[in-house]
């Protein structure tokens, strides 16, 4: 998984030195790109654990058939990535929200007459003239 690799590198750098803060940012990431539910095990120093301990990580597979997990090494820590479910979680950001939530939150223009807007402009330089007015000096 190439790309969970470039989210690992942008969490490291984003986050700094702190594990606890990198992640939750890459679960977080992962769910809200990949949906489900997903682990992170970091470990900062691999050597130490690679003879003496031993897990198992879920086989969850994405919906075409690739692994849904990531083992990358980076700045010497060992980020374990790993699919938990395939539920969403309830505050998931997915591409297609967002756009619905760009789309309906646009204020739709309003069709003026070439009347009503010169009224517009009008009120607009009356107000600035009337606001203008109530000052003893200018900015």
Known sequence: MPNVRAIIKRAVDASGPEAALQMQVIRRIMEDIYGGTWGVVIIKEPSLISTSVHWTIPDHKHRDGTPAFCLHVERGWQYNIFKTGNI????????????????????????????????????????????????????
């Open 88 to 139: 969403d979680i309830e505050s998931r950001l997915s591409i297609e929200n967002i756009i619905k939530r760009v789309r309906e939150g646009k204020q739709r223009p309003e069709r003026l007459t070439i009347g009503e807007f010169d009224q517009k402009i009008a009120d607009a330089f009356k107000k600035r003239r009337k606001l203008r007015s109530g000052r003893d000096f200018d900015y």
